[in-house]
């Protein structure tokens, strides 16, 4: 069984900075495509970014394109959200999980595909 916690949310104001963490343990965390999903209050999960299992290919949501990079570390377990000119509509719990890759995985990032949900950690974006 694959555990993913994630870290590095917090209070910043417009235009400041986050890096998030996502750290797993249990099963071969290398095996699987990690994805960023957000959640606002009052609106349904949507998908931020996501990455291949090797690193090699990326994909992010229109929304945070040219703000947000995704980015992994296998040899720590560890995949990474650095978060740059952050919005107040950014505000949300971030949550990452995993997919078993697939030649579309990290194209369509599809919530469906994936499992292994974080707690998930709260950023908020307020002056």
């Known amino acids: 069984q694959l555990h993913l916690v994630e870290s590095g949310g917090g209070l910043v104001q417009p235009g400041g900075s986050l890096r998030l963490s996502c750290v797993g343990s249990g099963r071969a965390f290398d095996y699987y495509a990690i994805g960023w999903f957000r959640q606002a209050p009052g609106k349904e999960r949507e998908g931020v970014s996501c990455i291949s299992s090797s690193g090699g290919s990326s994909n992010s949501a229109g929304s945070v394109k040219g703000r947000f990079t995704i980015s992994r570390d296998n040899a720590k377990n560890t995949v990474y959200l650095q978060m740059n000119n952050l919005k107040p509509e950014d505000t949300a719990v971030y949550y990452c999980?995993?997919?078993?890759?697939?030649?579309?995985?990290?194209?369509?990032?599809?919530?469906?595909?994936?499992?292994?949900w974080g707690p998930g950690t709260q950023v908020t974006v307020s002056s």
């Open positions: 999980a995993a997919a078993s890759p697939s030649p579309d995985t990290v194209k369509y990032f599809d919530i469906n595909e994936f499992g292994h």
